[in-house]
């Protein structure tokens, strides 16, 4: 049984957009390695920006600079 975790930022990801990535991801491992689609589990983890950090800031504070 596949489990794929993706982690993105919580920010404007539409259902239609976590849709899409649930069914690409399962269909890559049906692609490339032949796994059961009815036995693979994807999930998503929305995380605040406030958590997520890069060169030792969050990407709150990067994104408010800018970057």
Excluded: C, F, H
Excluded at 6 to 14: L, N, S, W, Y
Excluded at 36 to 45: G, L
Aim: proline content about 3%; aromatic content about 2%.
């Amino acid at each position: 049984m596949p489990y794929v975790n993706i982690k993105i930022t919580r920010e404007v990801v539409t259902a239609a957009q976590k849709a899409a990535l649930i069914e690409g991801a399962t269909q890559l491992l049906v692609n490339v390695l032949n796994k059961n689609p009815a036995t693979t589990v994807v999930v998503i983890d929305e995380i605040d920006t406030d958590n997520w950090g890069i060169s030792g800031e969050s990407v709150t504070v990067r994104r408010a600079r800018g970057n």
